[in-house]
């Protein structure tokens, strides 16, 4: 108990830092595309929309990717992702370039403006494989299921045989197929075992002491 508590201690802590970060990221991000769009004719009323497409579908593709990792319809969010992604770095970038002193080198800037859409992207990806992980360790265990009494013709001594259960329930009239169903082999696997002489000594095993 102490070990789960502590791992999920640890795994909500990740995920307090991984979002704040990702909310950092997201802001810094925000910011420049925001300015990007108003310095591009966008009006400055609807300047702020820009950034949360372009960084909003990161985040969506993200989870996306993620929550369809068992599925093959994935390519359509990677898509998504890759593409958003690109258009956030580039678009960040060129902001810094445009909005850069004149003393500092175009590539500097560029680097360091791409830092804050590449992190949106790694983080946000983090968070949610840690809320996932947090998901499964607070699931509570399921309960051992109440062993249900024997059905009528089910073999309860552990110690007989297919075969042997095969001849029994031949005895009392059930069809090839509900006892194939019961012995757990296939229907002309039970004729097999029942026909000619297979039969009566795989019945006087069973009925022996």
Do not use: C
């Amino acid at each position: 108990m102490r070990e789960a508590g502590s791992g999920r201690l640890a795994v909500w802590t990740a995920v307090a830092g991984t979002v704040f970060i990702a909310a950092g990221a997201f802001w810094l991000s925000f910011t420049a595309l925001r300015d990007l769009a108003a310095r591009s004719g966008v009006s400055a009323a609807q300047a702020w929309a820009w950034p949360l497409i372009v960084d909003g579908i990161i985040v969506v593709a993200t989870v996306s990717v993620v929550a369809l990792a068992d599925h093959r319809s994935t390519w359509y969010p990677w898509l998504l992702l890759l593409g958003g992604a690109l258009v956030s770095v580039a678009a960040n970038a060129i902001h810094a370039v445009v909005a850069a002193d004149s003393d500092v080198p175009a590539v500097l800037a560029a680097s360091v403006a791409a830092v804050p859409p590449v992190v949106l992207l790694a983080i946000t990806h983090l968070t949610v494989v840690l809320t996932r992980r947090f998901s499964s360790d607070a699931t509570p265990a399921s309960s051992p299921a109440i062993a249900s009494p024997p059905a009528a013709g089910t073999a309860t001594d552990a110690d007989e045989s297919p075969r042997q259960l095969a001849a029994r329930l031949h005895e009392r009239g059930m069809s090839n197929k509900a006892i194939a169903r019961a012995a757990g082999v296939h229907p002309s696997t039970v004729g097999r075992w029942l026909s000619g002489s297979t039969y009566l000594p795989e019945l006087q095993k069973g009925a022996a002491p």
